[in-house]
C-alpha cells in the first residue's frame, strides 16, 4: 500500500480510556507525514460518546494538518450511531477496505487524463 496511507484498526470498545492511545497514534500519522489515514473499524464492538468524541477530534487534527481522514466497516450499531449523531454526513465512510481502496486509492487524480479514450 502507498507509504502514505495508514490504515488504524482500533478493536473492542472505544471510549474514554482508549481514547488517549487513539490520540497518540494520530499524532504519529500525523508526524510520519501521512497523507492518508484510514480507521477500519471492523474489530470496534461498542463505542460511547468519549469513543466519538476522539473521532471527531481526529478529523480536526487532521483536517488541521492536510491529512485525509476516512473510516470503514462500521458495524449496524456504530452506522446508527453515526446517523443519528449527522457524523455519517461529517466523515467518508465506506463499507469495507475493498471500496475504500477502489474510490481513494484507486481513483484517478484530479487533472489525470484517460489516454485510453483519445
Known amino acids: ?24 497514534e494520530i499524532e504519529a500519522c500525523i508526524g510520519d507525514r501521512v497523507r492518508i489515514i484510514l480507521i477500519d473499524l471492523k474489530k470496534v464492538t461498542f463505542m460511547d460518546s468519549s469513543g466519538l468524541g476522539a473521532l471527531v477530534q481526529a478529523l480536526q487534527t487532521t483536517r488541521n494538518a492536510n491529512v485525509k481522514l476516512h473510516l470503514c466497516s462500521l458495524n449496524p450499531q456504530l452506522r446508527m450511531l453515526f446517523e443519528l449523531t449527522g457524523l455519517d454526513d461529517i466523515f467518508p465512510i465506506y463499507p469495507d477496505r475493498a471500496k475504500f481502496e477502489r474510490q481513494v486509492l484507486e481513483a484517478p487524480l484530479p487533472g489525470d487524463k484517460d489516454w485510453s479514450k483519445g
Open 1 to 24: 500500500m502507498n507509504p502514505t496511507v495508514r490504515i488504524l484498526e482500533p478493536s473492542g470498545i472505544l471510549d474514554g480510556t482508549q481514547s488517549p492511545d487513539f490520540r497518540q
